[in-house]
T-cell receptor
Framework: NAGVMQNPRHLVRRRGQEARLRCSPM?????VYWYRQLPEEGLKFMVY????????ESGMPKERFSAEFPKEGPSILRIQQVVRGDSAAYFC?????????????????FGPGTRLTVL | AQTVTQSQPEMSVQEAETVTLSCTYD???????LFWYKQPPSRQMILVIR??????QNATENRFSVNFQKAAKSFSLKISDSQLGDTAMYFC????????FGKGTKLSVIP
């Protein structure tokens, strides 16, 4: 069973360009999460998605950042007009569908991350 | 606000010895999960162990065990029989679906 896949692993962009980060969840997982890790820091939650729905985007910057998880295909984190401060490692995680009435969470399994460098 | 504090930025341990990494957190929630993740030099985030907050019994996974004190909001990780492959950053995290992470403890296992 393949794990969470992210591509590209490394992405270099110049200021003002767009960055597209892709995440394919583990087979059978329908929940996707995006986190950002700045140097010497822990991960910071950005957004939580299910198929075709954004459940919680409270950690997303209000401008330039967007995320989607379409019915078919990988989840995409899109950063428009990148700035140097966007340089970071972006991690995607996935978890399986929750049981009815389960208000908790299941374990999040992480991908290898995409390291974005903005020149 | 939910916070996680890992008070030991760096630690070292001799191979085959035991080491404990500390973690405290703050939340007003009553139902949540706690995790320890390991990040080796490859930077992959690897789940080490998980604990449900409603369970009093401490979780154990082979050489890894936790000491969960809910009232004190403390969740420490004990690594027994340390191995060279345990060298990594260790992150404590908690939450339901939105995980809050600490800043990590860099553990070095010395031969």
């Amino acid at each position: 069973n393949a794990g969470v896949m992210q591509n590209p692993r490394h992405l270099v962009r110049r200021r003002g360009q767009e960055a597209r980060l892709r995440c394919s969840p583990m087979k059978g997982h329908s929940h996707v999460y995006w986190y950002r890790q700045l140097p010497e820091e822990g991960l910071k939650f950005m957004v939580y998605l299910q198929k075709e729905n954004i459940i919680d985007e409270s950690g997303m910057p209000k401008e330039r950042f967007s995320a989607e998880f379409p019915k078919e295909g990988p989840s995409i984190l899109r950063i428009q007009q990148v700035v140097r401060g966007d340089s970071a490692a972006y991690f995607c995680a996935s978890s399986p569908p929750r049981l009815a009435g389960d208000g908790g969470t299941d374990t999040q399994y992480f991908g290898p991350g995409t390291r974005l460098t903005v020149l | 606000a939910q916070t996680v504090t890992q008070s030991q930025p760096e630690m070292s341990v001799q191979e085959a010895e035991t080491v404990t990494l500390s973690c405290t957190y703050d939340t007003s929630e009553s139902n949540y999960y706690l995790f320890w993740y390991k990040q080796p030099p490859s930077r992959q985030m690897i789940l080490v162990i998980r604990q449900e907050a409603y369970k009093q019994q401490n979780a154990t996974e082979n050489r890894f065990s936790v000491n969960f004190q809910k009232a004190a909001k403390s969740f420490s990780l004990k690594i027994s029989d340390s191995q060279l492959g345990d060298t990594a950053m260790y992150f404590c995290a908690f939450g339901r679906y939105q995980l809050t992470f600490g800043k990590g403890t860099k553990l070095s296992v010395i031969p």
